[in-house]
């Protein structure tokens, strides 16, 4: 269970990440790039990042919905783990406590963890304050916001696909190797038992 419960957490981090990177590679727009006014004080002494280009890296973050693109990828991975852990545990009252108290804990982690600051430096390190500039005004237009709403969804439908393929190709694998090596068998079966020592 502990191995499937980091797995799913794996994923979530995975899947966080992924969002905040699936908008800024939207090609460029040809409207004129406007800098943006901040609102938000930055931190830039402490990692070395120009404070205006910090404060024009947090208006984009704005600009792109980011935060609430994240909540929204929590939620429905949250949901999911949710199921997916579940219907591997036990049906008993105590795993499924266990379960309930355990997925509380880990809504708590999530929405109290800040996902966010750790990209400042990516986009600090991977684009210009010109090309932070560009994006704002890219996602300000109709076009730019259409992307960002779709966004979360394709990052969910693209990570379910993903995790389907694999799971499939998984036990494709596992049954190729075990009917190819069936001398192997028995000692790769999930439930074989370890040596005692």
Known sequence: MRRLLLTGISIL??????????????PASGSTPTAAAPTQAAPAAAQGIDPVKEADIHRLFEVMNLKQMQDQVIATMMTAMGRELRANLPEDEKSQELMNLLMVKLRQKFKQA?????????????????????????????????FL?????????????????????????????????????????????????
């Not at 704002?136 to 109709?142: H, M, V």
């Open 149 to 197: 709403q779709a966004a979360p969804q394709i990052t969910q439908e693209s990570l379910t696909a993903g995790m389907q393929l694999g799971r499939q190709l998984g036990e494709e694998s596992v049954r190729e190797v075990m009917q190819e090596h069936r001398e192997l068998a028995p000692s790769m079966q999930p439930n074989a038992n370890p040596p005692q020592n």
């Open 13 to 26: 981090v995975c899947s966080l990440a992924a969002t905040a990177q699936t908008a800024p590679q939207a």
């Open 114 to 146: 800040d996902f966010l600051s750790p990209l400042i430096p990516l986009y600090d390190k991977y684009y210009t304050d010109d090309d932070i500039k560009g994006l704002i005004a890219f996602y300000g237009t109709p076009l730019g916001q259409r």
